[in-house]
């Protein structure tokens, strides 16, 4: 086991790689934040100083502190009536489908892999979850059909319970060599009803609580905040105490978003905080999950007491995936009447990621001995892969093309250049002290990162040296501020009502100029 220093240590390589991976996948932004995650998380396993084994990896402080979260803030992007209209269909593809994908990859990996029947059925339950995240990195700068989207969405939320019961069966069959189907449908009625039921008592106790300090004398942004993202992690640690599925738990209480959009205006600040943290988390959490998977590919690797050929997962990991990808192929065409078009898309889109790395660890827990673990860990690893890049590469083909980021970028670009000119010229004819023009001028200009570094440190030397403005000339830059931001919503204005296909692109920088000018209007700084 290692101790608490490494476990600290070993956080902040994967915090440190993850943004890593994040500003290189900025760079290149045809590239996948995951498959740099992933090549990083590679780089990691080989340093010499990454020592850390894979058997002293704890899958339930995985699931909690990272699959936890980002299944619950994916719910918060769905509506709750939606998913109570669909319940039927939800079920289809979250228990039926997920029952066929694991009977067919199961008996195929026993048939062709020439492995113990058990064993097979193991790898066949974890690789039944499904990301969302995941398949949003392969579909980037696409246009996923409304239908299969809603389907993958949906089936990824809710069909990870299915394959956590499966693979529980499945692992008291490899111990004791048995089955026993009345347990195990009767532990998936209770883990996935209590979790249903869990979910939802203590998320509305909690949104209670967080609506009742709102309305009170007593509350706090940054207490409200914290309650909110620590939801996740409450829910899931008291979902797994009283035995029932704390994954399903988190999912069904980040539906309850109906609460942002009745309470949005009730403490503005509140909501556009914890939106910008939960983008933040959820960014950093799912390229962290791809940093570890990398890194534990190179371990088992380099882990000479493995004697499986590697052939073998290779072949393993191939037939998992081809089976999950025939069965949704066939199950879209037939259940849901889907055409042919639309059947590979949606057979393509089950991407799997986080929940089926933390399932294939969840193995180390169990009685599977080492050699089956690491068997698993890369079989499931080859899966998570053929299943990022197979549909990277065939959607480019069978989607339509949204505007890339690059064009879109590119837009944005000019329309902010103009819209800071129109400000600049606005100030220029005030009557400004010459040092607030242009500090105001300086402040417009760095909206389109329009100024040097050089110009930075100028600047940063000036507001050293020199005096605190007096009164009047704060007085004077509130002005400029406020006219100049209000003579950049004014060009937006005009712009939309010419050029439909601006529209997005217009909502995105008044947005800037708002939070812009709620900085300016509100800082405070101490002066002698």
Same mark, same amino acid.
């Given at each position: 086991?290692?101790?608490?220093?490494?476990?600290?240590?070993?956080?902040?390589?994967?915090?440190?790689? @993850?943004?890593?991976?994040?500003?290189?996948? +900025?760079?290149?932004?045809?590239?996948?934040?995951?498959?740099?995650?992933?090549?990083?998380?590679?780089?990691?396993?080989?340093?010499?100083?990454?020592?850390?084994?894979?058997?002293?990896?704890?899958?339930?402080?995985?699931? #909690?502190?990272?699959?936890?979260?980002?299944?619950?803030? +994916?719910?918060?992007?769905?509506?709750?009536?939606?998913?109570?209209?669909?319940?039927?269909?939800?079920? =289809?593809?979250?228990?039926?489908?997920? #029952?066929?994908?694991?009977?067919?990859?199961?008996?195929?990996?026993?048939?062709?892999?020439?492995?113990?029947?058990?064993?097979?059925?193991?790898?066949?339950?974890? %690789?039944?979850?499904?990301?969302?995240?995941?398949?949003?990195?392969?579909?980037?700068?696409?246009?996923?059909?409304?239908?299969?989207?809603?389907?993958?969405?949906?089936?990824?939320?809710?069909? &990870?319970?299915?394959?956590?019961?499966?693979?529980?069966?499945?692992?008291?069959?490899?111990?004791?060599?048995?089955?026993?189907?009345?347990?195990?449908?009767?532990?998936?009625?209770?883990?996935?009803?209590?979790?249903? /039921?869990?979910?939802?008592?203590?998320?509305?106790?909690?949104?209670?609580?967080?609506?009742?300090?709102?309305?009170?004398?007593?509350?706090?942004?940054?207490?409200?905040?914290?309650?909110?993202?620590?939801?996740?992690?409450?829910?899931?640690?008291?979902?797994?105490?009283?035995?029932?599925?704390?994954?399903?738990?988190?999912?069904? @209480?980040? /539906?309850?978003?109906?609460? *942002?959009?009745?309470?949005?205006?009730?403490? @503005?600040?509140?909501?556009?905080?914890?939106?910008?943290?939960?983008?933040?988390?959820?960014?950093?959490?799912?390229?962290?999950?791809?940093?570890?998977?990398?890194?534990?590919? /190179?371990?088992?690797?380099?882990?000479? %007491?493995? *004697?499986?050929?590697?052939?073998?997962?290779?072949?393993?990991?191939?037939?998992?995936?081809?089976?999950?990808?025939? /069965?949704?192929?066939?199950?879209?065409?037939?259940?849901?009447?889907? &055409?042919?078009?639309?059947?590979?898309?949606?057979?393509?889109?089950?991407?799997?990621?986080?929940?089926?790395?933390?399932?294939?660890?969840?193995?180390?827990?169990?009685?599977?001995? %080492?050699?089956?673990?690491?068997?698993?860990?890369?079989?499931?690893?080859?899966?998570?892969?053929?299943?990022?890049?197979?549909? *990277?590469?065939?959607?480019?083909?069978?989607?339509?093309? &949204?505007?890339?980021?690059?064009?879109?970028?590119?837009?944005?670009?000019?329309?902010?250049?103009?819209?800071?000119?129109? @400000?600049?010229? *606005?100030?220029?004819?005030?009557?400004?002290?010459?040092?607030?023009?242009?500090?105001?001028?300086?402040?417009?200009?760095? =909206?389109?990162?329009?100024?040097?570094?050089?110009?930075?440190?100028?600047?940063?030397?000036?507001?050293?040296?020199?005096?605190?403005?007096?009164?009047?000339?704060?007085?004077?830059?509130?002005?400029?501020?406020?006219?100049?931001?209000?003579?950049?919503?004014?060009?937006?204005?005009?712009?939309?009502?010419?050029?439909?296909?601006?529209?997005?692109?217009?909502?995105?920088?008044?947005?800037?100029?708002?939070?812009?000018?709620?900085?300016?209007?509100?800082?405070?700084?101490?002066?002698?």
């Amino acid at each position: 086991m290692i101790d608490s220093l490494e476990i600290i240590i070993l956080l902040f390589e994967l915090v440190f790689f @993850a943004v890593i991976s994040i500003i290189i996948a +900025e760079m290149f932004v045809k590239v996948s934040m995951n498959y740099v995650s992933l090549i990083m998380g590679a780089v990691l396993g080989l340093l010499p100083v990454t020592t850390y084994d894979i058997r002293s990896f704890n899958p339930e402080v995985f699931m #909690l502190l990272i699959v936890a979260p980002l299944l619950f803030f +994916e719910g918060q992007a769905t509506f709750l009536n939606v998913v109570g209209k669909r319940v039927k269909q939800i079920f =289809q593809v979250t228990v039926i489908m997920v #029952l066929l994908c694991a009977i067919v990859a199961g008996f195929s990996s026993y048939a062709i892999g020439k492995i113990g029947l058990p064993l097979a059925f193991i790898l066949a339950a974890i %690789s039944t979850p499904t990301d969302a995240t995941a398949t949003q990195s392969v579909t980037e700068g696409l246009k996923i059909p409304r239908r299969e989207g809603f389907f993958l969405k949906m089936e990824s939320l809710f069909n &990870d319970a299915s394959g956590i019961i499966l693979l529980n069966m499945a692992v008291l069959w490899y111990i004791n060599g048995r089955i026993n189907y009345r347990e195990t449908l009767t532990d998936f009625i209770l883990s996935a009803g209590g979790g249903i /039921v869990i979910g939802f008592i203590i998320a509305w106790i909690i949104v209670l609580f967080r609506q009742a300090l709102l309305r009170s004398s007593y509350n706090s942004v940054n207490a409200q905040v914290i309650i909110y993202l620590m939801t996740p992690f409450i829910i899931y640690y008291l979902a797994e105490e009283f035995h029932v599925s704390g994954i399903i738990a988190v999912v069904c @209480a980040g /539906v309850h978003n109906a609460e *942002t959009q009745r309470s949005r205006l009730a403490n @503005a600040q509140m909501v556009y905080m914890g939106t910008n943290l939960v983008s933040i988390i959820t960014e950093l959490f799912n390229s962290i999950v791809f940093v570890i998977l990398g890194m534990m590919l /190179v371990n088992i690797i380099k882990d000479e %007491s493995i *004697t499986y050929n590697s052939w073998i997962w290779i072949t393993l990991g191939a037939i998992l995936y081809l089976s999950n990808v025939i /069965v949704r192929y066939i199950y879209g065409r037939i259940k849901f009447k889907m &055409d042919n078009r639309a059947g590979w898309i949606f057979s393509l889109g089950g991407v799997h990621g986080a929940v089926t790395l933390s399932l294939a660890f969840t193995v180390a827990k169990t009685s599977v001995n %080492s050699q089956d673990f690491s068997l698993v860990v890369m079989s499931e690893s080859v899966l998570i892969i053929l299943s990022m890049i197979v549909p *990277t590469i065939i959607f480019r083909f069978i989607l339509e093309k &949204d505007v890339s980021d690059e064009d879109g970028e590119k837009e944005l670009d000019e329309l902010r250049e103009e819209m800071i000119q129109q @400000a600049i010229a *606005t100030v220029q004819k005030m009557y400004l002290a010459k040092n607030v023009k242009q500090s105001v001028i300086f402040d417009l200009k760095s =909206q389109n990162q329009n100024t040097r570094t050089r110009d930075f440190v100028k600047e940063w030397r000036n507001a050293v040296r020199h005096p605190q403005y007096t009164e009047a000339e704060k007085e004077m830059e509130r002005r400029a501020f406020i006219n100049a931001f209000y003579q950049e919503r004014q060009y937006l204005d005009m712009i939309s009502q010419k050029e439909a296909r601006y529209e997005k692109y217009v909502y995105h920088l008044y947005s800037e100029i708002l939070l812009a000018e709620s900085i300016v209007l509100n800082s405070e700084f101490v002066e002698e």
